[in-house]
């Protein structure tokens, strides 16, 4: 969050505090305190259909052109700036001692999350804390490994029948192999020692209009998660 609100003018929370279910002294699990952002709603509830009651959000098929453009536009504006960020490899943000931000630990997504919460896997199965990659084929053949630890450790509902398994297993190795022959990536211009330009951007798959926060002029306040 810090490093986004000093290279972007995207408006974020403070992050006051953060740590592990491990630091928590409620028990309640990994937690994060950071600034109330005043708004009037997220940007999903203002794009949903009004007469929709389920959980999901869908689409108002009456929404004005003009009011889709103008929180459409927004969020175009806040992938666009995110875009700029780049960086040499792949990995997540780490705030060094000086206060300066380095992709210098693994990259958390929420597969590995669901990895560790929903298939009793053991943690020290994910790749080391510091583990950053090179290039995306590196991180392919890491992900592969997390996908056959996946079916490996998840007992409940991984697999509907004896085919099934052989499918997804078969489908695992092939992935693997891809991976290791690097026929995952798509060809691009070469840059330095014949190898394609590092130019890695911030992720995160769990980026979407519902957190998003706007005012009750649909212009946007705030950006979280």
Same mark, same amino acid.
């Given at each position: 969050?810090?490093?986004?609100?000093?290279? =972007?003018?995207?408006?974020?929370?403070?992050?006051?505090?953060?740590?592990?279910?491990?630091?928590?002294?409620?028990?309640?699990?990994?937690?994060?305190?950071?600034?109330?952002?005043?708004?009037?709603?997220?940007?999903?509830?203002?794009? =949903?259909? !009004?007469?929709?009651?389920?959980?999901?959000?869908? &689409?108002?098929?009456?929404?004005?052109?003009?009011?889709?453009?103008?929180?459409?536009?927004?969020?175009?504006?806040?992938? &666009?700036?995110?875009?700029?960020?780049?960086?040499?490899?792949?990995?997540?943000?780490?705030?060094?001692?000086?206060?300066?931000?380095?992709?210098?630990?693994?990259? &958390?997504?929420?597969?590995?999350?669901?990895?560790?919460?929903?298939?009793?896997? %053991? %943690? =020290?199965?994910?790749?080391?804390?510091?583990?950053?990659?090179?290039?995306?084929?590196?991180?392919?053949?890491?992900?592969?490994?997390?996908?056959?630890?996946?079916?490996?450790?998840?007992?409940?509902?991984?697999?509907?029948?004896?085919?099934?398994?052989?499918?997804?297993?078969?489908?695992?190795?092939?992935?693997?192999?891809?991976?290791?022959?690097?026929?995952? =990536?798509?060809?691009?211009? %070469?840059?330095?020692?014949?190898?394609?330009?590092?130019?890695?951007?911030?992720?995160?798959?769990?980026?979407? !209009?519902?957190?998003? &926060?706007?005012?009750?002029?649909?212009?946007?306040?705030?950006?979280?998660?």
């Amino acid at each position: 969050m810090r490093y986004i609100a000093e290279n =972007t003018t995207i408006p974020v929370p403070k992050i006051y505090h953060h740590g592990t279910a491990a630091e928590n002294p409620t028990g309640l699990g990994p937690f994060i305190i950071m600034e109330y952002i005043e708004h009037e709603m997220t940007m999903s509830e203002a794009l =949903t259909d !009004p007469l929709n009651t389920d959980e999901e959000h869908i &689409l108002d098929p009456n929404i004005s052109e003009q009011k889709l453009e103008l929180l459409y536009g927004q969020m175009a504006n806040i992938l &666009l700036q995110l875009s700029t960020l780049t960086f040499s490899r792949i990995g997540s943000l780490v705030e060094q001692k000086d206060g300066q931000f380095s992709v210098s630990g693994r990259p &958390l997504t929420q597969n590995m999350n669901s990895l560790v919460q929903l298939t009793d896997m %053991p %943690p =020290t199965l994910l790749p080391s804390p510091t583990q950053t990659y090179a290039n995306p084929d590196e991180w392919y053949s890491a992900l592969a490994d997390m996908h056959m630890a996946q079916l490996v450790f998840q007992h409940n509902n991984a697999v509907k029948d004896e085919d099934d398994a052989r499918d997804k297993y078969v489908a695992r190795q092939l992935f693997r192999q891809l991976a290791s022959d690097g026929r995952l =990536t798509s060809e691009a211009e %070469p840059g330095e020692n014949g190898k394609s330009p590092s130019r890695y951007l911030i992720y995160s798959s769990d980026f979407r !209009p519902s957190n998003v &926060l706007i005012d009750k002029d649909l212009r946007v306040v705030g950006v979280i998660d």
